[in-house]
Each structure stands twice: as structure tokens, then as C-alpha cells.
């Protein structure tokens, strides 16, 4: 099979952008990607463009913004749609389809809390029980009960997200906040505050995807492993509160990769709300179960800690324009894997990274993928 | 006066004389029960016959809501619980007001009417009471 690579990232930043379309931003990402890559929209084969909220064909317009030609596939998997994306682009290289292709995802959001992930159920969509926030809050609810853990480290993983973001310049959220602060700001779904969801943003990102070159230009970070579920298929006893389908993929991409969740150096995981970095950091098996808050209020999954998770600032603070989010991930380990993060480089340039990428949703999509260089 | 109509046919039936029932879908091959009414078994994909599930279950997991879209139904804050109901399905619904059900409790749901005029719908609450 092929080994495949990516070459090159490149991100236009997070926040809100009223006076510039997705195909703008679109074009600012294709272009850093294409240039780290040492490549030129000319040999670009296909286009994988996840978004969520795009309508129809979105992607292809502004795909032909950068100036690529190439046919392009549009992904919609919510939240995971970027990842998806990337899923068919490995795929279609190690199968030899295609020699070199981008991978691409944007979005351009409204403000205020989005609707339903489910668009067809009328019952949790008009008594507001389908919002993100009041799903993650039952998480939440359960896991502090589950595991005897205080509000207060389930909150300390916004601080640490917070202090991240201050790090990276195209985070959209450039905030100190201290415990207090985060534990003080107005209640969503208790024990949820304001300041442990994600905001709604404005951002693309793009991968330039390949066949590995020995010697040549560009990032060179092997693909080792890029898996695709469900979330209904895994539905476990606990109703899906922890993360069953992350922990099934997390087995299998490992496997995959030749790899113990032991080699991990750096994570991204889909943090969208609090529980959802620790649920998925635990079902990654980077730390033990039930301890996910609480290595977070001691710091080690900091970027100056053990097992650094989200060192951009995550879903939280960095932003999570659903299509660009599960590629903006990958940019993240990518330079981090190759020294580029700058003040935010974790010590020790990491060899082996894990990204988690969840769609909302009861049958959307998980993607968990490995890279090492 | 007729009751009203529910919020979500999958979900619930309400009769004429103002009674509802719990819908389930259940799996004729495999046995899988599922709630809300799905036309297909996600376990083995052969055709779903609908049935009544018992209204009674067991908190896993609950929240007080303080804010929501503007178009929420709900005025906040009020209660969500995830129940398990006895026939294996889980649902959120929300918590009847003035109740605070916890975790592991033993609750039913009831029906409750959202909406004004020719938008009332019937839905579905959780309460500890007749539990
Ligand atoms: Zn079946």
C-alpha cells in the first residue's frame, strides 16, 4: 500500500471575519499549504472541501477562488467533516487514484447557539434538549458523578485552553481567564459555564495530501492510520455518555499504526465543551479513565505537561468553524511534529501525534488519526 | 377539547380520549428496541415493527438549562434528564418544574402541552411522581 504524507498546512485564522467570504479565506489556506508543500495548484488531482453549513456546491466555488481546477468532493459530516474529508484523500492516494491532492475545510458562522444536530427531530429541536450544550452538559452530569471529580477541574480545562490560545495567533478566543473567571461566567447547562463552550467562528484550513516523497520538500508527516465511525454503531450501556466509538477507533488506528497509546506525544481531540476534551483524552487512552479533569487542573495536559492535548487552544478558544475544525487539527500536530508551532512548541519535538474528530449527532461521524514524522 | 396533537409522532401516540402511549420501534429479528420509531433495525437493517414502551425508567444523567435559542419552547431555566427507560431505550425529556429528579432515581414520564392555540403539542416530561 502507499504511503501517504501531508506536505503541507496552511490555515487562515479563527475569529470573525464579516468582510471576507470562504472563498477568501479558502484561498489564504490552500496557499500557505500549497507553498510549505513545495508544491503549485497546478498539480493539484482532487479536492476533499468539507463543510457543514455551506450550501450545496459551496466548496467548489471556493475551491476555484485558490485557483484550483481539479474536481472536488464535497464532505458534509458536521463538526467531522474536515476529517472525513481526509479520510477519502488517504484513501484515494494509498489506492493510487491520485498522486497529490488537498484536503480542504471552512466555514462561515452566524452568532449564537446553533440549532439541533438533528434538523428532522422536531421534539429536541422546539424543547431545546438536541442543543449541543444540553447534551454535553448530561456528559458532564455523569461524568463528575461517575467519577467523583469537582465542577472545578471539569472547568480547569477551559483555563488551560484559554492560556493555549493566548500562545497561537490565529486563535479566535485571546483571553487570560482564571479558574474564578470561567467558574463565575453565566451558567448554559449547569455544570456547563459560558466559558467551557466552544464559540461560533469564522476560519478555513487546508492539507496538501500525497504520495510519500523520500527527500523532497515540505512537512513530510506520514499518515499512519485514518479511521472512520459512526456513533450510533458503538451505542454502549451508559447510553454513550463516555466515548465508545473513540475508544474502538483509537484500538484499531493504533493497531494500525504499529503504536501504543503510550507513544502519543501530542493529542488534538474535539473539545467543543469541556467534557468533551476529557471524555475523548480518556478514550484515547492518553489518560486513565475518570482522570481526564483532573490532569488537566494539574497541568499535564498543558503544553508544558506530559501528555500536551490541544496546545492551539482546541475547539474552545482557538474556534471550531465546524468544516475547517478537524483540518485546523491537523495543522496543529503537523507543525507541531515539525517544530514549527513556535511559542507554543511542546519541548522535545513530538515523533507521534493523535487527532479526534466528533460530528454532532447521533449517527455522524468519528474520526481518529495518526501521524508521526 | 380535543388533545392536542403530539410534538413528535415517533415518539408519541395520543388517542381520542386524551390517553397516550410511549412509541418504540422494535426489531422482529434481533430483538432491538429503540425510541424513537425508526423505520429500519440499526443493528441488522430488517423492517422495525412499532410498539408500546413502558413509560417508567432510571436517571443517568441530568441538567438545569439557564440558556437556550430564543425559539426554544421552554422558557429556562428548567431541568433535562437522560432516562433509561425499563425496555432498554434512552431518552432526554425535560424535567417536570419543580422537580430536581437525581441521578439513579426512579422517574415516568408524563405528557405535557407546549404551545399556544392551533400550535399546542403534546409532548413528553420526566416526574418522579406515579413513578
Ligand atoms: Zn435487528
Redesign the interface.
Known amino acids: 500500500m502507499t504511503d501517504v504524507e501531508i506536505a503541507g498546512v496552511g490555515l487562515h485564522p479563527f475569529g470573525r471575519f464579516p468582510d471576507r467570504s470562504a472563498a477568501d479565506m479558502v484561498a489564504v489556506a490552500v496557499a500557505e499549504a500549497l507553498s510549505m508543500a513545495g508544491s503549485e495548484t497546478t498539480r493539484v488531482r482532487a479536492v476533499y472541501c468539507g463543510h457543514g453549513l455551506a450550501t450545496s456546491g459551496g466548496g467548489t466555488a471556493a475551491v476555484l477562488e485558490a485557483g484550483v481546477t481539479a474536481p472536488v468532493v464535497n464532505v458534509d459530516a458536521a463538526c467531522a467533516s474536515s476529517s472525513v474529508a481526509l479520510s477519502l484523500a488517504v484513501a484515494a492516494v494509498r489506492a493510487d487514484q491520485w498522486d497529490e491532492v488537498l484536503v480542504v475545510g471552512f466555514e462561515k458562522m452566524g452568532r449564537?447557539?446553533l440549532?439541533s444536530a438533528r434538523p428532522h427531530?422536531?421534539?429536541?429541536d422546539?424543547?431545546?434538549?438536541?442543543?449541543q450544550?444540553?447534551?454535553y452538559?448530561?456528559?458532564?452530569?455523569?461524568y463528575l458523578?461517575r467519577y467523583d471529580v469537582k465542577p472545578a477541574d471539569l472547568a480547569a480545562v477551559a483555563v488551560k485552553s484559554r492560556a493555549h490560545g493566548l500562545l497561537n495567533p490565529n486563535a479566535h478566543i485571546q483571553q487570560h481567564v482564571t479558574l474564578a473567571d470561567v467558574l463565575g461566567s453565566?451558567?448554559?447547562?449547569?455544570?456547563?459555564t459560558?466559558f467551557q463552550c466552544s464559540p461560533t467562528s469564522d476560519g478555513a484550513a487546508a492539507l496538501v495530501v500525497r504520495r510519500a516523497r523520500p527527500r523532497a520538500h515540505g512537512a513530510q508527516v506520514r499518515v499512519r492510520s485514518c479511521r472512520v465511525e459512526n456513533q450510533?454503531?458503538a451505542q454502549d450501556p451508559?447510553?454513550g455518555?463516555g466515548d465508545a466509538t473513540t475508544a474502538r477507533l483509537a484500538t484499531a488506528a493504533y493497531a494500525e499504526a504499529g503504536i501504543g497509546a503510550d507513544d502519543v506525544d501530542v493529542a488534538q481531540v474535539h473539545d467543543a465543551f469541556t467534557p468533551g476534551e476529557v471524555l475523548r483524552t480518556e478514550a484515547l487512552g492518553l489518560c486513565p479513565e475518570g482522570e481526564g479533569a483532573r490532569w488537566a487542573a494539574a497541568g499535564r495536559t498543558a503544553g508544558t505537561g506530559d501528555m500536551p492535548v490541544n496546545t492551539d487552544g482546541g475547539l474552545l478558544s482557538r474556534g471550531h468553524p465546524l468544516g475547517a475544525t478537524g483540518a485546523a487539527q491537523i495543522v496543529e500536530l503537523v507543525l507541531q511534529l515539525t517544530g514549527r508551532a513556535g511559542a507554543r512548541q511542546v519541548e522535545r519535538t513530538p515523533r507521534t501525534a493523535v487527532s479526534q474528530n466528533s460530528g454532532g449527532g447521533e449517527n455522524a461521524a468519528t474520526v481518529v488519526t495518526v501521524l508521526a514524522r | 377539547m380535543m388533545p392536542a396533537p403530539p410534538l413528535d409522532a415517533r415518539r408519541m401516540r395520543v388517542t381520542d380520549d386524551d390517553r397516550w402511549d410511549l412509541l418504540g420501534a422494535r426489531c422482529p429479528a434481533c430483538g432491538h428496541t429503540v425510541h424513537p420509531v425508526r423505520v429500519a433495525c440499526v443493528r441488522c437493517g430488517r423492517a422495525t415493527e412499532v410498539v408500546t414502551l413502558r413509560p417508567v425508567g432510571t436517571v443517568v444523567a441530568s441538567t438545569v438549562v439557564h440558556t437556550t435559542r430564543p425559539d426554544v419552547a421552554l422558557r429556562p431555566p428548567f431541568g433535562v434528564a437522560l432516562v433509561r427507560l425499563v425496555d432498554g431505550p434512552v431518552l432526554a425529556a425535560p424535567v417536570r418544574e419543580g422537580e430536581d429528579p437525581a441521578h439513579g432515581d426512579r422517574v415516568a414520564l408524563a405528557a405535557f402541552d407546549v404551545g399556544e392555540g392551533d400550535e399546542r403539542r403534546r409532548a413528553l416530561q420526566v416526574t418522579v411522581a406515579g413513578s
Open positions: 449564537g447557539m440549532r427531530d422536531p421534539f429536541g422546539r424543547l431545546g434538549i438536541e442543543a450544550p444540553v447534551q452538559a448530561l456528559k458532564a452530569s455523569w458523578d453565566p451558567v448554559v447547562a449547569d455544570p456547563l459560558r450510533l454503531g451508559d447510553a455518555l
